[in-house]
């Protein structure tokens, strides 16, 4: 497992298993939603994860933005269960700055995989 293990998809046995986070394994057929979230860095550990969410805008390069440091991770929502969270940033980032926007390319990538997913798994319940 490399630095950057935070989530593992596993197309052999239908899984993800997620490393860094809601750790523990779980069914592609649950998934049937999932979003990126930005979490306030100081409450991380000290509270539920991602309860502190921080709103970020990522079209405005403005001096006047607020630079809060914050870990970007996933919310990915499963078919009668709670949902489950992914840490993509390992440490705090700056909003805009260049560990920021590689996290955020990477919680991108994840989410587009998740939401292939769900929409298979939306389909196929409309047909049972």
């Known amino acids: 497992m490399n630095q950057r293990q935070d989530i593992l998809f596993d197309p ?4 993800i298993q997620i490393f860094d986070g809601s750790i523990g394994t779980y069914t592609y057929k649950d998934i049937i939603k999932s979003q990126i979230l930005y979490e306030h860095a100081p409450y991380k550990g000290k509270s539920k994860m991602f309860s502190h969410r921080v709103l970020i805008s990522t079209f405005n390069n403005s001096l006047f933005i607020e630079m809060k440091k914050v870990y970007i991770g996933i919310e990915i929502k499963l078919l ?3 949902p489950v969270y992914v840490y993509i940033s390992k440490e705090p980032v700056i909003q805009h700055n260049q560990q920021f926007k ?22 196929s319940h409309s047909t049972s």
């Not at 052999?12 to 899984?15: A, G, I, L, Y």
């Not at 590689?102 to 389909?123: G, H, P, T, Y």
């Open 102 to 123: 590689e996290d955020l390319k990477r919680a991108k990538q994840i989410v587009q995989k998740l939401k292939k997913f769900a929409q298979k798994n939306q389909e």
């Open 80 to 82: 009668n269960k709670d």
């Open 12 to 15: 052999q046995n239908q899984t």
